[in-house]
Nanobody
């Protein structure tokens, strides 16, 4: 599967952005999807994950209550709605996919990655 992330940009603290990740292939609905982010000089970290049906989600504590992950299997797309953004949310955001039966939080659990989209939050 090939992934294409979009929707990043520049926003002031307290603002919102919605990231999208479009996937190719006819088996999108069988994949667990996730968002990770990587800030300059830091390791890639887990943000959120969603199971194949969308019924189950999991979030990093740092974004819980502010970010929402969702998916539209008819459109082969996963979304990350980001509200109440903070300067510490500034990073390159990556979508990831794999056929795993759990909501994986480690980058090593995902074989397929998008190219990343940059989110910059000013204070």
């Amino acid at each position: 599967v090939q992934l294409q992330a979009s929707g990043g940009g520049f926003v002031q603290a307290g603002g919102s952005l919605r990231l999208s990740c479009a996937a190719s292939g006819r088996t999108f609905s069988s994949y667990t999807m996730a968002w990770f982010r990587q800030a300059p000089g830091k390791e890639r970290e887990f943000v959120a994950a969603i199971n194949w049906s969308g019924a189950n989600t999991y979030y990093a504590d740092s974004v819980k209550g502010r970010f929402t992950i969702s998916r539209d299997n008819a459109k082969n797309t996963v979304y990350l709605q980001m509200n109440s953004l903070k300067p510490e949310d500034t990073a390159v955001y990556y979508c990831a996919a794999d056929r795993i039966g759990v909501l994986g939080m480690s980058p090593d659990e995902y074989h397929y990655w998008g190219q990343g989209t940059v989110v910059t939050v000013s204070s």
